[in-house]
DNA sequence: CGGTCTCTGAACGTTCCATTAACACTGACG
DNA sequence: CGTCAGTGTTAATGGAACGTTCAGAGACCG
């Protein structure tokens, strides 16, 4: 699968007006996405369960329940990125957005040319991206906030210097999986890692269990994995 | 703490439907928020009084003391905001429940996960909403007066420059949130500072620092996250 | 068992970043 | 016109984080 290619990846569009649905639908499709609709709150949340979108394009102006609301319950959920759409002199609270987690902000009327560019460019970027404010992690006795960049682990507090911290966000938003070093390189580090030496992971896995494991001798959070790599256990 | 979560805030609801009193608190609970219960006027403002909710819930059909001469009464006395229920049919008169200062309606019968959704949204924008005159912030021994333009420190006066206030006011109002310098000149100053110098920031703190750190060679209220940004620590 | 991989602990130079002080610019005001 | 407070920029400094390396010990596997 290419870079470029994001077939079999859904989007969910979230927008009263079937118009708007409709535009953003066939542009999206046309590069390959599977599209699911929902026009108000509601259904926007049975169709974030059922169909569990890789994206979700979300007007703030919604019946009912006004998008804010919406993305903070999506974010209270999953780490899935968010664009949000606002009319035009629609007071648009970007801090708040930003807080709650979203991902980028297009401002009605839009060039659905520009939109899926956007999609396309978060999709790509949500791939090795950290957490987003707003969508704490908690497992087992630690937890990751993202919007203050604090750690804690069993209610302590913990230090953690820029890359450790970016290092056990990735690992922990992509629980039991197996990661090789080169691999955590490219997604956590700088992209072109590649000439970059592995064992620099090592040291980083080394210091981050010193601060997050009880017992750093005999690591349950950051198994090793021998002869492949590292995998984050709840 | 993350921005989701509101514990420790506390929630007035004012109806005198003993039902309905019990769903919503069931479900602000469930939110982390702490319930305070009233059924009519009376008791209503005895609670304002002692529980200095964060936000009021308020039933627009009350006995002996209707919702609107009640929100007044609550207007008078602070910035409080308020979610007010009105019955389907009852001629709601959202004019004056705007100028009275309501800050958002919910038709009965609604639902609480609506309610909860509402109270949340609410929450979130009296933290991010600019000062309003004669709304005071008080966190740890700081003391933000947005009418007067006035900080006190541990009951001493310090005299601010603008910039130097309104970069405390945000900060204060979006605590525990890391921003990074970019994200702050965008907020504090004027938009369009792309291509501002985002030291200009660091300067600003470090003036900041030095009026209202008791010891500003190790900041307590105004921390950095290094590479990231700066935190506003309660 | 022997070979390979990982962990440990430390050290090192480097790079990056925040801090700091000093300076230049501006507009307000007398 | 001169002063001054507020502001933004710049350059020097110091420190934190980073990447790398090494040697010995330990773990794992065939």
Redesign the interface.
């Known amino acids: 699968m290419s870079l470029s290619d994001f077939s079999g990846r859904t989007v969910l569009v979230v927008d009263d007006e079937p118009m708007v649905r409709e535009v953003v639908t066939t542009y999206l499709t046309r590069d390959g996405l599977d599209v699911t609709e929902a026009s108000d ?1 509601a259904s926007a949340l049975r169709a974030f369960e059922e169909s569990q979108p890789d994206l979700i394009v979300l007007d703030v102006m919604l019946p ?3 998008g ?3 993305l ?2 999506f ?2 959920r999953s780490n899935v990125p968010v664009i949000m759409l606002t009319a035009r002199g629609e007071e648009t ?4 957005g ?3 987690g979203a991902d980028d902000y297009l401002v009605k009327p839009f060039s659905p040319r520009e939109l899926a560019a956007r999609v396309r460019t978060v999709l790509k970027r949500s791939d090795g991206a950290g957490l987003h ?2 969508f ?1 992690v908690e497992v087992g006795d630690l937890r990751i ?1 993202p ?4 750690v804690e682990v069993g209610g302590r507090a913990v230090e953690l ?2 890359k450790e911290f970016d290092l056990l966000a990735f690992l922990a938003t992509h629980p039991r999986q197996v990661f090789a070093r080169s691999q955590l390189l490219e997604q956590v580090w700088d992209s072109n890692t590649a000439w970059q030496d592995p064992s620099t992971v090592t040291v980083h896995i080394r210091r981050l269990r010193q601060k997050i494991e009880s017992n750093p001798d005999n690591p349950k959070v950051i198994i090793t994995v021998w002869g492949v790599g590292y995998r984050f256990e709840t």
């Open positions: 709150g009912k329940i006004d804010y609301s919406l903070s319950e974010r209270s609270d970007r801090v708040l930003l807080e709650l404010p707003g704490v906030d919007g203050s960049r604090e210097t820029p």
